[in-house]
């Protein structure tokens, strides 16, 4: 049996385990963890788009205009756990994917270099789009998850209906990687540091789960999340692409990895910042522990068709699972307003 049979075997068991499950618009089923807390766990599907066997959760009518929902590192699909209800119930088709290296999303081919550079996710985002036959959808991401849908939207404008963006403009400016930030910004980057390491790889392989919780936190220092919600997302981590994927990402973007060859086209576009036209949410939380909020004003020229900036108090780095009302009026403001040709 081949390694993508095996894969398959052990996805279907997984998914047959959980066939009485339905997809529908609150397609969630509650499990009990240890602290007799029930917590609410996405069942995922699979599909083969690109270069990879994606995990992915749906819910809502088929026939509904698509919302894709793009989560960050180091987090999951559940970051969107309580968007998705929101969503559906309007009648909105909600896809929520596991980026390459996280769940149940595998490579279908051993040979396919793991990496993690804005091109790639980008292009497994559109592969994901005619994979799922959807010619046009609502984006909305943070952190990688963000990168990818500007990233998208940038490559393939007509497909992107609107984009919801947290900490705006995320097209990495590459050619910029040495230079330096503020020193209390660099000081929260200490993971980027680290990843470009041999001891970092080392220490991401032992202790992933350490490292997400220390992150989290940072991350979102007014977030008082319990640890069955921290164990739920962190069993994403257990990929066995999570660390190459994740160290080709920081690497690549901090200049100390070159891109690989599938993606050198895409990269040569991204290294010009192309603008952004589809109608455009971009979202700050006020307290971010990475990226601290602004106005919007500086990344107004990337975007060239209508756009909004949004703060949001109190939220830090990961707006949909701490601010879910918030995130989801923001992406119904745009489905309906979109400018649906099917």
Same mark, same amino acid.
């Given at each position: ?47 083969? =788009? ?6 992915? @959760?749906? =819910? ?8 894709? /929902?793009?989560?960050? &590192? ?5 970051? &969107? ?51 799922? @036959? ?44 040495? /230079? ?8 929260? &980057? ?5 990843? /470009? ?119 830090? @780095? ?8 918030? &995130?989801?009026?923001?992406? /119904? ?10």
């Amino acid at each position: 049996m081949n390694t993508l049979k095996r894969r398959r075997f052990l996805l279907g068991a997984a998914a047959g385990a959980a066939a009485g499950l339905s997809l529908d618009s609150l397609a969630l089923a509650a499990v009990t963890p240890p602290a007799s807390k029930k917590l609410v766990v996405m069942p995922t599907k699979q599909v083969e =788009a690109g270069v990879l066997e994606v995990g992915y @959760h749906e =819910a809502g009518p088929e026939d509904g205009h698509p919302i894709i /929902l793009l989560h960050g &590192f180091p987090y999951d699909i559940h970051s &969107f756990v309580e968007v998705v209800p929101k969503l559906a119930k309007q009648g909105y088709r909600v896809i929520v994917p596991h980026l390459r290296g996280h769940g149940s999303t595998r490579f279908l081919d051993d040979a396919t270099p793991r990496s993690g550079q804005q091109a790639a996710i980008g292009q497994d985002l559109i592969d994901l789009m005619d994979a799922l @036959h959807i010619p046009e959808a609502v984006l909305a991401g943070y952190d990688w998850g963000g990168r990818a849908a500007c990233v998208a939207a940038a490559l393939k404008p007509s497909r992107c209906v609107g984009l919801v963006s947290v900490n705006s403009y995320l097209i990495q400016d590459i050619s910029k990687a040495n /230079l330096p930030a503020p020193a209390s910004v660099e000081a929260g &980057f200490w993971y980027q540091f680290y990843f /470009l390491t041999e001891r970092g790889r080392a220490g991401l392989s032992a202790n992933r789960k350490d490292i997400g919780h220390i992150m989290w936190k940072g991350n979102s220092p007014t977030w008082h999340f319990d640890e069955p919600t921290f164990n739920r997302s962190a069993q994403a981590w257990d990929n066995p692409d999570y660390v190459e994927v994740v160290l080709h990402s920081y690497r690549h973007r901090l200049g100390h990895a070159p891109g690989y060859p599938d993606y050198e086209e895409t990269e040569a576009f991204l290294a010009t910042l192309p603008k952004i036209a589809a109608p455009t949410i971009t979202i700050d939380g006020t307290a971010d522990g990475v990226i601290k909020a602004t106005d919007g004003t500086a990344s107004a020229a990337k975007f060239s068709g209508p756009r909004q900036h949004r703060q949001l108090a109190g939220v830090g @780095h990961n707006p949909p699972q701490e601010a879910p009302q918030a &995130f989801a009026d923001a992406v /119904l403001e745009l489905a309906r307003k979109g400018k649906w040709r099917t």
